[in-house]
């Protein structure tokens, strides 16, 4: 393939997918602004194991910088782009509502500029489970209606899906949006459940526990997700609009209360929980249908729970010490 930009290449999906590409013999142009949304030494972790690699170049750079974005296009000329950052977080989007709209509609805009002005083999994209909203059908398929988000986050996620369409469609400019479901494993992101359930139950402390537990997750391995990557970034949309959306999923959704049992399973260890309401902007289910994924790249995600979560776990011990 040759040059592939990777944005958020010191995020969690961002720095598995540069490791593997680079493992393929791929040139690897990393952009990421390292923002503090979550500890910035994890992030600098992450770079550490990439950036003596010959094949890998970073730079720091926000997205919503216009100028700085359309400049870093006009010299990288990347043939490739995986659009991985995003300010995450379905919770945060009710505090800081502003966050989601500087990075994932300006800067995603500015990728998008960045791509039509210098034309690009493919375009692949992080999009979420979450602009399933309030959907009731289960398991969601990308063909079901997505009018209905239930955090600003989510409906960003949904802008940037229509914004790829009319970018395909005006410019040709080939895109392909990936639904993520509740994605894990090591060099995770903190934010998350599993991140702060372990650290809790480590550390002796409570964890809370939403919707009483009575919540169900697609939870779907890291490793599942840079396949799945890999596999679409080569199967490039065609016309008349080169536009593509995917899922990528386990298909096997789990109860929160049997999650955490698996969990204090790997740890050794049982949690103490405080069970709470749902929190606003949160959906009970998320559940994904793979089969346009399958039938299209010849791929499903099916690590299984508790092989993921001992990896995870065996992870954490190490990088903490704990």
Not at 164 to 176: C, R
Not at 202 to 211: Q, Y
Not at 266 to 275: D, I, M, P, Y
Request: aromatic share 12%; net charge neutral.
């Amino acid at each position: 393939m040759s040059k592939i930009l990777v944005t958020g290449a010191a995020g969690f999906i961002g720095f598995h997918l540069c490791q593997r590409l680079l493992q393929q013999g791929e040139t690897v142009i990393g952009l990421d602004n390292l923002n503090d949304y979550y500890d910035v030494s994890l992030k600098e972790a992450r770079l550490a194991q990439l950036k003596d690699r010959a094949n890998f170049r970073f730079t720091k750079l926000d997205l919503a910088d216009r100028q700085g974005m359309a400049e870093f296009f006009a010299q990288e000329k990347p043939e490739w782009v995986v659009h991985l950052a995003a300010q995450a977080g379905v919770r945060y989007s009710l505090e800081n509502p502003h966050a989601y709209v500087d990075s994932n509609l300006v800067g995603f805009v500015n990728v998008l500029e960045g791509c039509r002005h210098n034309p690009v083999k493919h375009l692949v994209y992080a999009s979420s489970s979450s602009v399933y909203g309030a959907n009731k059908k289960i398991p969601f398929a990308v063909m079901d209606n997505v009018d209905h988000p239930v955090s600003l986050y989510a409906a960003t996620k949904k802008a940037n899906e229509l914004m790829a369409h009319t970018y395909s469609h005006l410019y040709g400019v080939p895109t392909t949006g990936l639904r993520f479901f509740t994605v894990y494993g090591p060099w995770g992101r903190p934010d998350m459940a599993y991140f702060s359930f372990t650290k809790a139950i480590l550390a002796g402390e409570p964890i809370k526990v939403f919707n009483h537990g009575q919540m169900r997750r697609d939870f779907t391995y890291i490793d599942d997700v840079v396949e799945g990557l890999v596999r679409v970034l080569g199967y490039v949309p065609t016309s008349p609009v080169p536009y593509r959306l995917y899922n990528i999923g386990n298909h096997s959704p789990f109860n929160l209360g049997d999650f955490i049992g698996i969990l204090e399973d790997c740890l050794g260890k049982k949690a103490e929980k405080v069970f709470l309401p749902m929190q606003p902007g949160d959906v009970p289910t998320t559940y994904a249908d793979v089969a346009d994924l399958m039938a299209d790249v010849g791929f499903a995600p099916a690590t299984p729970l508790s092989v993921g979560l001992s990896n995870f776990v065996n992870w954490y011990r190490r990088f903490y010490n704990s």
